[in-house]
């Protein structure tokens, strides 16, 4: 079953305004991906993680591993209306077979009307 | 341009027929997934595969079927044993070495006639 928390499962962003979201878990993980998909299409990778404390930065958006390697965040600077779409965390547990990845249920990011 | 392909884009199923969903890669990937996603919700592993010629079950493997005869594809086929069928179905690939990422094809979606 699924091992990863991720909240909020949905926000609404205006124009302009910081996002925040993240991923919690009871176990430790050695990686952490975070990923977005736009309706109809497959996710695309925006951040990788691979030591614990990390902080890492692609254009507006920022991610960390967090220090106990059971949580991370995501948060989106400045959102534009292109940052609508599904923001999925992902993380690699320490022993996981065949490299597989446990995903989070996700956090629909929509425009307030 | 290397990447990963997915076909159909749309895939319908009459009750009680099997279908095959195709996947490709160009990036030289060693290990290749499966993932089923139903809407709203996150991504549960069907299949994968590290190497030629073999392959693990993931979650959720009843009712489906896979082959990896060359590295560079790993097709899907759903059996009439798969009740509920309908989903988004995601292809990904990465190389085998620890900590290395997924990436994902544009999916297939699979309807039930």
Known sequence: GQQLNQSPQSMFIQEGEDVSMNCTSSSIFNTWLWYKQDPGEGPVLLIALYKAGELTSNGRLTAQFGITRKDSFLNISASIPSDVGIYFCAGRLIKAAGNKLTFGGGTRVLVKP | ?113
């Open chain 2, 1 to 113: 341009d290397g990447g990963i392909t997915q076909s159909p884009k749309y895939l319908f199923r009459k009750e009680g027929q099997n279908v095959t969903l195709s996947c490709e890669q160009n990036l030289n990937h060693d290990a290749m997934y499966w993932y089923r996603q139903d809407p709203g919700q996150g991504l549960r592993l069907i299949y994968y595969s590290q190497i030629v010629n073999d392959f693990q079950k993931g979650d959720i493997a009843e009712g489906y079927s896979v082959s990896r005869e060359k590295k560079e594809s790993f097709p899907l086929t759903v059996t009439s044993a798969q009740k509920n069928p309908t989903a988004f179905y995601l292809c990904a690939s990465s190389q085998v070495a620890a900590q290395e990422t997924q990436y994902f094809g544009p999916g297939t979606r699979l309807l039930v006639l």
